[in-house]
């Protein structure tokens, strides 16, 4: 039987909208983590400690969240791919640019990388 285990951590974005942050464990190991529109700064108390209780491959956060150099720190993950940056759905006001991203994980302990609409990315876990 094949399947996929999932792990919810119970995030907020902003005090008072609730927002799940799933990490999810595929069949062969790989883990991925997404955390959504996640930016409260409470939400450190858990985020801290992802890393040093699951083995995270992928962290997929959005690129204006509360102290991402943080974020990666907790998850510790092997690679970090941000989201959001020109979000066409938003107005040009509310749009981040790449370059904003790049200086916000100046600081990462891990490899990252922003991608625009329409690129792909093949993630392949080396040995560890």
């Not at 998850?75 to 066409?88: A, K, M, Q, S, Y």
């Not at 994980?105 to 990252?112: D, G, H, K, M, T």
């Amino acid at each position: 039987e094949t399947a996929l285990e999932v792990i919810l951590y119970p995030g907020h974005q902003g005090k008072d909208i609730l927002n799940n942050v799933p990490l999810v464990f595929s069949p062969e190991g790989m883990s991925f983590a997404q955390t959504g529109d996640q930016s409260n700064t409470d939400d450190f108390a858990w985020i801290d400690n992802v890393g040093a209780d699951h083995d995270v491959d992928v962290l997929l956060p959005n690129c204006w969240t509360t102290d991402i150099s943080r974020m990666v720190r907790g998850f510790d993950p092997r690679l970090v791919i941000t989201g959001h940056e020109n979000e066409l759905g938003h107005s040009v006001d509310h749009r981040e640019p790449f370059w904003l991203t790049y200086d916000r994980l100046q600081e990462s302990p891990a490899p990252f990388l922003l991608m625009t609409w329409g690129e792909s990315f093949h993630y392949r876990r080396n040995a560890p």
